[in-house]
């Protein structure tokens, strides 16, 4: 069982940049790869970036390659998303979640998920 809590959402003007943080409980946190999705009211939801167990890896939504950043600090049972030139596009909860080893982009492949945190960005 893993327990996953993001933090670092908010309200920012477009252009600005926030930094996301989902932090894990459990000694084994570095085994897991770890994925950002989003859901926008009205909308499903998708798939922002991930991030393989070792931090080799990463993948990211074309509507957010060049930036954002994903990377995890396994030390502090971590993973981050910077934001940054955000758009109001971008407005939406943010969910972190974890499954063993190899990073996806399908949401259903991922086993344990955390609350989310609201992010939205004005014009």
């Known amino acids: 069982q893993v327990q996953l809590v993001e933090s670092g959402g908010g309200l920012v003007q477009a252009e600005g940049s926030l930094r996301l943080s989902c932090a894990a409980s459990g000694r084994t946190f570095s085994s897991y790869a770890v994925g950002w999705f989003r859901q926008a009211p009205g909308k499903e939801r998708e798939f922002v970036s991930a991030i393989s167990w070792g931090g080799g890896t990463t993948y990211y939504a074309d509507s957010v390659k060049g930036r954002f950043t994903i990377s995890r600090d396994n030390a502090k049972n971590t993973v981050y998303l910077q934001m940054n030139s955000l758009k109001p596009e971008d407005t939406a909860v943010y969910y972190c979640?974890?499954?063993?080893?190899?990073?996806?982009?399908?949401?259903?492949?991922?086993?344990?998920w955390g609350q989310g945190t609201q992010v939205t960005v004005s014009s």
């Open positions: 979640a974890v499954r063993k080893l190899l990073a996806t982009m399908t949401s259903h492949q991922y086993d344990y």
